[in-house]
């Protein structure tokens, strides 16, 4: 029988702080870039705009295209290479260019390509792609993603709340926040576009990073009611050891499946991967190092009944700090605000 | 033993149900003949493909406000929106979709159309066929005098802000007016910029107005310089112009320029403004080439329509009959020569080919729309941009599926081999369910496909681990096998609905390529639920019935 992580004993809790650390500098990383360099990379489905893919015939080169759409007043357009040297996206989206398509989306489209066909010959490149969005209807989609993401943690908390005991929904809860939050900062870092797509990848990993966090308490709650005794400390960290070989071999198959997406499924989907496969290891991490450790705080805030169990919250050399240490790191961590 | 006789009937009867419903049939579709995309039946699995991975046409089209208020959206829209229809059944698209969406768009989605230009025209096209008599009486050199005053006027008055709004406005107008075809929007580009350096000066002047304009080869019809069109358009614009129009009689701009010594002119025409008859009447319409008039719409009318029409037409003999398509004048308006009957003809002047006269046949036969559509969103995928998504999405899915096949097999052994024919059946059933019903396959969908193996598998990762630490404690193999899928139940059962919901979440709240990713997701997930549970369990019992009392299991 072939075995990972075997019958492990480690201490993942004991780590807490350094992992607290970790994100919340993760996540004001994100939050200085942002205050830096200014808004989301919006894709044009949300600002509104003019996305063209164009394929020439041969190689060409990113100025010429940029001069001819100077001359033809679209200016402040995006030009960027895809994948390879003859294939380029064409991005309109600053406001002027949006506010022409409020009387009919598809002008600036049109105009892009009589230009390039005036400067480059109609049958030397081919427009595989358009995508031309209204500003109002980028303003309402704008809306629904918004809506949909609450909703989705709404939804899922709701049900953990109903399966599991309120401390373990919301524990799992905002650990699933913790997760969006550090893919938030990590696609501003990156600078990748947030599309469509992308906002679904972000609601993949909602359910995803919710998955892991059940898979561990629904051990925790499986171990609370064997054993009455142990500390939830203990009991945390042995159900996390437990479930250690299926966390590993699952996110690696998880994760060689993301890549190949990464790898083999082309430009237009890159996004979508990458997002995806960093969400998955802040969903493994989160688990562990975010799930677990709040469940104790709030176990320590709110103590069970005791006649209810006796699972006491800590019995640890680090219950006296935890709550200390706990308030240093509440600010700067946005999802353990609503905890309060 | 009876029971598991049943289990395996069950999966049997799935897979049966699953081969016929993903079995090859008959389709229409887009595919490539050479070098260019036909229409033509193939025999395929029946997977319905999103246009991201097909190639084709979304469109949003919403109601022109910029055009005039329209009293009842709704019920207008529902009147558009079958005309739409019509226009895009006779256009010739394999499985369109034209529907509502809120109360103020129309989804219109065109898979494998290979010229968005032209589709795009076709659906917009207002298609408002007029026939109305020009003026003979001279009332607009009447008025001409009274109009030089307005302009006047309002030029002494004229504070810069309005007259830029005006133009803006104008210019608005115009587009509609003027597009005729990629030309004349470039033209009217260059018109603009010579205009607002005039405007100064024509403002100033007196006889602003009448000085743009002179008399025609008939009355009725004048002709406007190209370059003061939008200076004209601007005045015309102004409320005092229109107040003081004479009743009754409307102005209209002709189609085509026309050129007198080395100046390019454009028509404008003073007609009756209540048509003798309108496209309501028309029932047929056909492209034809003539020898003298060029490319030509050929129409019949209906027989009341065409009744109607004679008596009309008996009324203006010696008269010029303006033909006028969405408020602008096609052609030079015919003298009539005697009564016309159910029969007529438009002529499209010069440079058009027939494929634009084919499509303004399409239009004119289709009908008007009630209201003006503006464009909201188009998205255009090439058919061979959506062939390499295919090629690329399926490699990701082999190549992800051969991965995890291999740490399946490598580290479960024999229980890994019944993990990996369990998620051949997962696949198998999956894309019958998207085959069943008829959801739409497309590239986050196939994202959300390949991810899901790796989910999927989930499932059997914490049945597996969960066999082993019972085997570890030292139960017996059927024992922990049982054991083993009870305690895995809830987990797997509680991740499963969490999936789901946000899944169900994203599906009602996304649009188009992100609805697929939604239903793959939840498809997929409702798949891997049966086979991980009830499949891989049932494999076991007859592994179990065949070797009785096997002290070990490899896994």
Do not use: C
């Amino acid at each position: 029988m072939l075995r990972i992580l075997h019958d492990t004993r480690f201490d993942f809790i004991k780590w807490w702080r350094w992992a607290a650390g970790l994100t919340a500098g993760f996540m004001l990383l994100g939050l200085a870039s942002f205050a830096i360099r200014g808004g989301v990379n919006y894709s044009i489905e949300f600002t509104g705009g003019t996305l063209m893919q164009l394929q020439f015939g041969k190689a060409i080169d990113a100025g010429d295209i940029r001069s001819t759409l100077d001359r033809a007043g679209v200016r402040g357009a995006e030009i960027q290479k895809f994948g390879s040297d003859s294939e380029f996206t064409v991005r309109a989206q600053n406001r002027q260019d949006v506010a022409q398509q409020a009387s009919g989306a598809e002008s600036v489209a049109q105009r892009v390509q009589d230009a390039l066909t005036k400067q480059f010959g109609a049958n030397s490149y081919r427009v595989v792609r358009t995508e031309a969005v209204g500003p109002r209807v980028g303003a309402e989609l704008r809306r629904n993603a918004a809506i949909a993401m609450l909703l989705a943690s709404l939804v899922t908390l709701v049900y953990l709340a109903i399966r599991f005991e309120w401390r373990f929904g919301v524990a799992a809860v905002l650990s699933t926040g913790h997760d969006v939050l550090v893919t938030l900062a990590f696609i501003k870092l990156l600078h990748i576009e947030v599309s469509l797509t992308v906002v679904a990848a972000i609601l993949t990993l909602l359910g995803y990073s919710g998955n892991d966090t059940i898979i561990i308490f629904d051990r925790v709650r499986e171990n609370l009611k064997k054993d009455r005794k142990s500390p939830l400390y203990d009991v945390l960290n042995r159900s996390i050891n437990e479930t250690l070989p299926r966390s590993v071999l699952t996110h690696a198959m998880t994760l060689a499946a993301t890549l190949a997406l990464l790898f083999f499924a082309g430009e237009v989907i890159r996004p979508f991967a990458i997002v995806m496969a960093f969400g998955i290891f802040v969903a493994t991490f989160s688990s562990v190092y975010v799930a677990s450790p709040l469940l104790l705080w709030i176990e320590h805030r709110w103590p069970r009944n005791v006649a209810e169990g006796t699972n006491k919250a800590a019995v640890r050399p680090s219950r006296t700090e935890l709550p200390a240490t706990e308030r240093g790191t509440r600010n700067r961590q946005p999802e353990r605000a609503g905890s309060r | 033993m009876s029971n598991l006789k049943y289990r395996v009937l069950l999966i049997i009867a799935l897979l049966a149900a699953s081969a016929w419903s993903l079995f090859p049939r008959k389709v229409i579709e887009r595919v490539k003949r050479g070098d260019r995309y036909v229409f033509d039946t193939v025999t395929r699995v029946p997977l319905k493909r999103g246009l991201d991975l097909q190639g084709g046409m979304h469109l949003a089209l919403e109601i022109d406000d910029s055009k005039g208020t329209v009293p009842d959206r709704s019920e207008a829209l529902d009147r558009a929106i079958k005309v739409v229809r019509t226009r895009i059944d006779e256009f010739g698209v394999a499985e369109p979709v034209v529907q509502k969406s809120g109360d103020s768009q129309i989804i219109v989605e065109l898979p494998g159309i290979d010229d968005p230009q032209r589709a795009m025209a076709v659906v917009q096209k207002s298609a408002f066929l007029e026939f109305q008599i020009t003026d003979k009486t001279q009332a607009l050199e009447k008025v001409l005098p009274r109009f030089d005053a307005i302009v006047k006027e309002s030029g002494l008055a004229g504070k810069v802000p309005s007259v830029l709004g005006d133009t803006a406005k104008a210019d608005k107008g115009l587009q509609g007016l003027l597009s005729s075809g990629k030309d004349s929007t470039r033209k009217d580009s260059t018109a603009k910029n010579d205009s607002t350096k005039k405007d100064s000066l024509a403002l100033t002047a007196g006889g602003a107005f009448s000085k743009l304009i002179q008399q025609g080869q008939f009355p009725g019809e004048y002709f406007v310089a190209d370059r003061d069109v939008t200076t004209l358009q601007n005045y015309l614009d102004l409320p005092g112009i229109q107040a003081a129009l004479p009743p009754g009689k409307v102005l209209r701009w002709g189609s085509d320029t026309v050129s007198l010594g080395a100046t390019p002119y454009r028509p404008i025409y003073m007609v009756d403004s209540r048509p003798i008859i309108t496209g309501e009447s028309l029932i047929g319409a056909k492209p034809n080439q003539v020898p003298i008039e060029g490319t030509v719409v050929e129409f019949t009318l209906s027989n009341e329509g065409g009744r109607r029409f004679r008596a009309e037409t008996a009324k203006h003999i010696r008269d010029y009959m303006a033909i006028v398509l969405d408020q602008r004048v096609m052609g030079r308006p015919p003298v009539i020569q005697s009564a016309i009957g159910t029969r007529g003809q438009i002529t499209m002047g010069q440079g058009r080919s027939l494929q634009d006269a084919q499509d303004l046949a399409l239009v004119l036969r289709a009908g008007a729309l009630p209201v003006p559509l503006k464009v909201a969103e188009v998205r255009n995928i090439g058919a061979s941009l959506g062939a390499d998504s295919i090629r690329n999405g399926v490699r990701a899915l082999v190549i992800a599926v051969g991965l995890v096949v291999l740490i399946l097999i490598v580290y479960y052994r024999f229980s890994g081999v019944l993990a990996v024919l369990a998620l051949g059946l997962y696949v198998v059933y999956t894309m019958a369910m998207l085959a069943y019903f008829n959801a739409v396959l497309t590239l986050p969908g196939l994202a959300g496909f390949v991810l899901s193996v790796g989910i999927a598998v989930d499932a059997n990762v914490l049945i597996f681990e969960r066999i082993r630490e019972e085997l570890e404690r030292g139960k017996t193999v059927r024992t922990a096998i049982d054991e083993g899928f009870r305690h895995a139940m809830t987990a797997i059962v509680d991740t499963s609905v969490t999936t789901i919901l946000t899944a169900a979440v994203l599906y009602q709240y996304g649009t188009g390529p992100v609805q697929g990713f939604a239903v793959t997701l939840i498809a997929g997930i409702t798949a891997s639920l049966f086979t991980a549970i009830f499949v891989v369990r049932t494999f076991y019992l007859l592994w179990l019935s065949r070797s009785r009392g096997a002290q070990t299991l490899s896994i």
